[in-house]
């Protein structure tokens, strides 16, 4: 079988061995996970960013979202940071729970809610669970998937998998409002096209 049928069991180990090793040699240096420290979209976009980058180095590549995506809604979800769920709460997507054993926030106008706003202990747990939500629930099927095709083109298309955010939010016009700030903002953030 050979190089035309690579055995993926012995692909992955030639792989995430020295990737392994690489993250007990981070952690024993100290790597931890970044402050968010922002006074602007400017740095409020780069505190995501650093996010994001300390999010992905434990996880799989194929789980991996486009961070242009990410940032936007964090952007779109929290106001930039700015909003009462992200200030009080560290919740910077607006996620939600119905269990009432979790940490949670209520709305002003829905107080006796039977559900409520994740409370989370740092604005980097807010976009770990993001994520992890994204690529492990049933309702984001086709997001993973549209993701996963779009990722192994040549050219991704982020705008592809935006379309399929269509469970995130109840607003009709999220995911325009999502492809607008990263056309205005975020374009640095996008794909590179593989050569």
Same mark, same amino acid.
């Given at each position: 079988?050979?190089?035309?049928?690579?055995?993926?069991?012995?692909?992955?180990?030639?792989?995430?061995?020295?990737?392994?090793?690489?993250?007990?040699?981070?952690?024993?240096?100290?790597?931890?996970?970044?402050?968010?420290?922002?006074?602007?979209?400017?740095?409020?976009?780069?505190?995501?960013?650093?996010?994001?980058?300390?999010?992905?180095?434990?996880?799989?590549?194929?789980?991996?979202?486009?961070?242009?995506?990410?940032?936007?809604?964090?952007?779109?979800?929290?106001?930039?940071?700015?909003?009462?769920?992200?200030?009080?709460?560290?919740?910077?997507?607006?996620?939600?729970?119905?269990?009432?054993?979790?940490?949670?926030?209520?709305?002003?106008?829905?107080?006796?809610?039977?559900?409520?706003?994740?409370?989370?202990?740092?604005?980097?747990?807010?976009?770990?669970?993001?994520?992890?939500?994204?690529?492990? @629930?049933? #309702?984001?099927?086709?997001?993973?998937?549209?993701? &996963?095709?779009?990722? $192994?083109?040549?050219?991704? *298309? /982020?705008? @592809?998998? #935006?379309?399929?955010?269509?469970?995130?939010?109840? &607003?009709?016009?999220? $995911?325009?409002?999502?492809? *607008? /700030?990263? @056309?205005?903002?975020?374009?640095?953030?996008?794909?590179?096209?593989?050569?």
């Amino acid at each position: 079988m050979g190089t035309f049928y690579p055995n993926t069991k012995t692909q992955n180990s030639i792989i995430s061995g020295p990737l392994e090793d690489l993250r007990k040699t981070a952690r024993s240096l100290g790597l931890a996970e970044p402050s968010f420290n922002y006074y602007n979209q400017t740095t409020f976009i780069q505190s995501v960013d650093r996010c994001i980058d300390y999010v992905y180095f434990d996880m799989h590549r194929d789980q991996h979202i486009p961070k242009a995506i990410i940032i936007a809604m964090a952007m779109i979800e929290s106001d930039n940071g700015s909003s009462r769920f992200a200030l009080e709460g560290n919740n910077l997507f607006g996620v939600r729970t119905w269990d009432l054993n979790e940490p949670q926030m209520k709305p002003y106008l829905k107080l006796d809610a039977k559900w409520g706003v994740k409370k989370y202990k740092t604005k980097c747990a807010s976009v770990r669970d993001m994520i992890d939500i994204l690529n492990h @629930k049933d #309702v984001h099927k086709k997001f993973r998937f549209e993701r &996963n095709a779009q990722m $192994r083109k040549v050219n991704p *298309d /982020v705008f @592809k998998i #935006v379309d399929e955010l269509d469970k995130w939010a109840q &607003n009709p016009y999220y $995911r325009q409002q999502i492809k *607008d /700030v990263i @056309k205005d903002n975020l374009t640095q953030y996008m794909p590179v096209a593989k050569k």
